[in-house]
């Protein structure tokens, strides 16, 4: 079921959605080389917890953190580890809270430390991407034309889209209909409407598109071992446009 939510609904979807936002504006600072992961994940935790929200990702599915941390060829759902980030690293940190249910979710790649350019512009074109696919989020448009605008682009460059994992509608759960992919064909699927909130979250290979999950059962990495990067906003569909609701109070996201 597609849900239309009323404007006091978009308005608790926000509140989570400037949480997780400003949760990882709170944590940028320490993502940096010698940094443990497990420290960044319990900061954040921390945070969200003391914004009166609780981290939507932890027990979910079982899933045992508040964040999800993956680094370079790691596509999504590392689980943050006693593992020490090193200098000219990538790593895509997503995170999800809920506050009087209703949830949030938003993911940013960082940089650790200075990296090469190659891997600043996998991230400045999946970054630039995700702003494509948003475009396309208005009223009359379809599904499809958010996965279309991002694949186009992205592989202009030469990198791939990841099939097998997308985008979602949020709301009063993590994960709702309809399912929104990062690539297909234009003015397909479901019909985007006024009062939709849904969550755009393009993940982009440097190399092939296939993808493969480690025996953790959830750290999702390339195939070929090529650098990966993710960025996501969760948003509301208007009659005046998209609004990014995951844009925070103390960044711009």
């Known amino acids: 079921m597609v849900h239309i939510r009323t404007q006091r609904e ?37 945070y969200i917890r003391s914004q009166g929200a609780r981290p939507a990702f932890k027990g979910y599915m079982g899933f045992p953190a508040t964040l999800c941390v993956s680094v370079d060829d790691e596509v999504v759902h590392g689980i943050p580890s006693t593992r020490v980030l090193e200098e000219g690293q990538i790593v895509g ?28 512009q996998l991230m400045d074109i999946t970054q630039e991407s995700l702003s494509k696919g948003i475009a396309k989020a208005i009223p009359g448009n379809y599904v499809s034309d958010i996965g279309h605008a991002i694949q186009s682009f992205v592989e202009k460059f030469g990198y791939s889209v990841v099939r097998e994992l997308v985008g979602h509608g949020i709301g009063t759960n993590l994960h709702e209909e309809p399912q929104i992919p990062n690539y297909g064909k234009p003015s397909q699927g479901y019909k985007l409407r006024e009062g939709m909130c849904i969550a755009i979250e393009p993940m982009i290979n440097e190399g092939v598109k296939e993808i493969k ?8 990495r390339t195939l070929d071992g090529a650098n990966s990067a993710h960025f996501e906003h969760t948003i509301a569909i208007t009659k005046n446009g998209p609004i990014i609701l995951s844009r925070g109070t103390s960044n711009g996201g």
């Open 10 to 46: 978009i308005d608790l979807i926000t509140a989570s959605c400037q949480i997780v936002a400003d949760t990882l504006e709170f944590i940028s600072e320490d993502v940096k080389p010698g940094a443990m992961l497990i420290d960044i994940d319990s900061k954040a935790e921390k």
């Open 93 to 120: 940190i997503d995170c999800g809270a809920e506050k009087e249910g209703y949830y949030g979710d938003h993911a940013r790649t960082f940089a650790v430390g200075n990296i090469s350019e190659e891997k600043k």
């Open 213 to 220: 999950t480690d025996t953790d059962g959830w750290t999702v």
